[in-house]
Protein backbone atom coordinates (compact mmCIF):
# COMPACT_ATOMS: atom_id res chain seq x y z
CA UNK A 1 0.00 0.00 0.00
CA UNK A 2 1.14 3.42 -1.11
CA UNK A 3 2.43 6.03 2.05
CA UNK A 4 0.83 9.31 0.97
CA UNK A 5 0.83 12.30 3.54
CA UNK A 6 -1.48 14.94 2.88
CA UNK A 7 -2.30 18.31 4.09
CA UNK A 8 -5.69 20.24 3.82
CA UNK A 9 -6.71 23.67 4.68
CA UNK A 10 -9.93 25.80 3.52
CA UNK A 11 -10.01 29.72 3.39
CA UNK A 12 -13.13 31.89 3.35
CA UNK A 13 -13.51 35.57 2.99
CA UNK A 14 -16.29 36.05 4.67
CA UNK A 15 -18.52 33.54 6.53
CA UNK A 16 -20.64 32.95 3.85
CA UNK A 17 -18.26 34.03 1.56
CA UNK A 18 -16.02 33.51 -1.72
CA UNK A 19 -14.12 30.08 -0.22
CA UNK A 20 -11.28 28.18 -1.12
CA UNK A 21 -9.89 24.92 -0.29
CA UNK A 22 -6.34 23.62 -0.89
CA UNK A 23 -4.47 20.18 -0.22
CA UNK A 24 -1.24 19.00 -0.84
CA UNK A 25 -0.02 15.55 -1.39
CA UNK A 26 3.10 13.84 -0.69
CA UNK A 27 4.40 10.16 -1.41
CA UNK A 28 8.13 9.73 -1.98
CA UNK A 29 9.60 12.27 -3.59
CA UNK A 30 6.47 12.69 -5.42
CA UNK A 31 4.01 15.69 -4.59
CA UNK A 32 0.87 17.16 -6.23
CA UNK A 33 -1.20 20.36 -5.01
CA UNK A 34 -4.69 21.07 -5.68
CA UNK A 35 -6.95 23.96 -4.99
CA UNK A 36 -10.76 25.49 -6.06
CA UNK A 37 -13.06 27.57 -4.61
CA UNK A 38 -16.46 28.67 -4.52
CA UNK A 39 -18.27 32.23 -4.97
CA UNK A 40 -20.21 31.63 -1.40
CA UNK A 41 -19.50 29.17 1.28
CA UNK A 42 -18.28 28.53 4.50
CA UNK A 43 -15.36 28.21 6.42
CA UNK A 44 -16.58 24.41 7.58
CA UNK A 45 -17.38 23.91 3.89
CA UNK A 46 -14.08 24.53 2.56
CA UNK A 47 -12.44 22.37 5.26
CA UNK A 48 -14.57 19.60 4.18
CA UNK A 49 -14.24 20.13 0.51
CA UNK A 50 -10.24 20.17 0.68
CA UNK A 51 -10.52 16.50 2.74
CA UNK A 52 -12.80 14.95 0.29
CA UNK A 53 -10.97 16.30 -3.46
CA UNK A 54 -7.57 15.20 -1.66
CA UNK A 55 -8.92 11.55 -0.73
CA UNK A 56 -10.78 11.51 -4.01
CA UNK A 57 -7.33 12.52 -5.70
CA UNK A 58 -6.37 9.17 -4.99
CA UNK A 59 -6.49 6.57 -7.76
CA UNK A 60 -6.08 3.41 -5.71
CA UNK A 61 -6.28 2.24 -1.96
CA UNK A 62 -3.51 3.93 0.19
CA UNK A 63 -2.09 4.44 4.09
CA UNK A 64 -2.56 8.09 4.06
CA UNK A 65 -1.50 10.49 6.89
CA UNK A 66 -3.65 13.20 6.78
CA UNK A 67 -3.08 16.71 8.63
CA UNK A 68 -5.38 18.85 8.91
CA UNK A 69 -6.27 22.38 11.27
CA UNK A 70 -10.11 21.48 11.27
CA UNK A 71 -11.37 20.14 14.53
CA UNK A 72 -14.88 20.08 13.23
CA UNK A 73 -14.01 17.21 10.30
CA UNK A 74 -11.68 15.38 12.33
CA UNK A 75 -13.95 14.86 14.90
CA UNK A 76 -17.18 14.45 12.28
CA UNK A 77 -15.30 11.59 10.71
CA UNK A 78 -13.68 10.41 14.02
CA UNK A 79 -16.11 10.82 16.17
CA UNK A 80 -19.94 12.06 15.58
CA UNK A 81 -20.41 10.40 11.69
CA UNK A 82 -21.56 6.95 13.41
CA UNK A 83 -23.99 8.86 15.58
CA UNK A 84 -25.47 11.09 12.87
CA UNK A 85 -25.86 8.10 10.46
CA UNK A 86 -27.74 5.82 13.22
CA UNK A 87 -30.01 9.00 13.80
CA UNK A 88 -30.94 9.72 10.15
CA UNK A 89 -28.38 12.47 9.77
CA UNK A 90 -29.45 14.23 12.74
CA UNK A 91 -27.51 15.44 15.52
CA UNK A 92 -28.09 14.34 19.12
CA UNK A 93 -30.08 17.29 19.99
CA UNK A 94 -32.22 16.55 17.05
CA UNK A 95 -31.23 19.30 14.55
CA UNK A 96 -30.03 18.58 11.10
CA UNK A 97 -26.59 17.63 10.60
CA UNK A 98 -25.11 21.23 8.52
CA UNK A 99 -23.20 20.16 5.36
CA UNK A 100 -25.05 16.90 5.41
CA UNK A 101 -24.15 16.67 1.54
CA UNK A 102 -20.47 16.99 1.95
CA UNK A 103 -20.34 14.83 5.14
CA UNK A 104 -22.42 11.52 2.69
CA UNK A 105 -19.46 12.51 0.45
CA UNK A 106 -16.92 12.03 2.62
CA UNK A 107 -18.31 9.27 4.49
CA UNK A 108 -18.43 7.12 1.29
CA UNK A 109 -14.61 7.87 0.04
CA UNK A 110 -13.68 7.13 3.71
CA UNK A 111 -15.74 4.19 3.66
CA UNK A 112 -15.42 2.70 0.10
CA UNK A 113 -12.36 3.51 -1.02
CA UNK A 114 -9.63 0.90 1.09
CA UNK A 115 -7.87 3.38 2.28
CA UNK A 116 -6.09 3.56 5.87
CA UNK A 117 -6.27 7.08 7.07
CA UNK A 118 -4.59 8.35 10.47
CA UNK A 119 -5.88 12.02 11.15
CA UNK A 120 -3.83 14.33 12.73
CA UNK A 121 -5.19 17.85 14.18
CA UNK A 122 -2.57 20.45 13.16
CA UNK A 123 -2.78 24.21 15.03
CA UNK A 124 -3.59 26.54 12.15
CA UNK A 125 -1.17 29.43 11.10
CA UNK A 126 1.45 28.15 13.65
CA UNK A 127 4.34 27.60 10.98
CA UNK A 128 3.49 24.10 10.03
CA UNK A 129 4.95 23.90 6.32
CA UNK A 130 2.43 21.57 5.42
CA UNK A 131 -0.56 23.38 6.50
CA UNK A 132 1.27 26.85 5.86
CA UNK A 133 1.27 25.21 2.16
CA UNK A 134 -2.35 24.29 2.27
CA UNK A 135 -3.53 27.67 3.54
CA UNK A 136 -1.64 29.26 0.23
CA UNK A 137 -3.44 26.98 -2.09
CA UNK A 138 -6.60 27.49 -0.20
CA UNK A 139 -6.49 31.31 -0.90
CA UNK A 140 -5.62 30.47 -4.34
CA UNK A 141 -8.80 28.69 -4.45
CA UNK A 142 -10.18 31.78 -3.04
CA UNK A 143 -8.84 34.31 -5.78
CA UNK A 144 -10.34 31.49 -8.22
CA UNK A 145 -13.61 32.13 -7.36
CA UNK A 146 -13.00 35.63 -7.26
CA UNK A 147 -12.35 35.51 -10.83
Known sequence: MNQIKIYTDGACKGNPGL???????????SEKELFGGEAVTTNN??????????????KRPCSVTLYLDSEYVRKGITEW???WKARGWRTASKQDVKNVDLWKRLDAIVSGSGHQIDWHWVKGHSG??????????????VELARS
Open 128 to 141: DPGNERADMLANRG
Open 19 to 29: GGWGAVLMSGD
Open 81 to 83: ISG
Open 45 to 58: RTELCAVIEALAAL
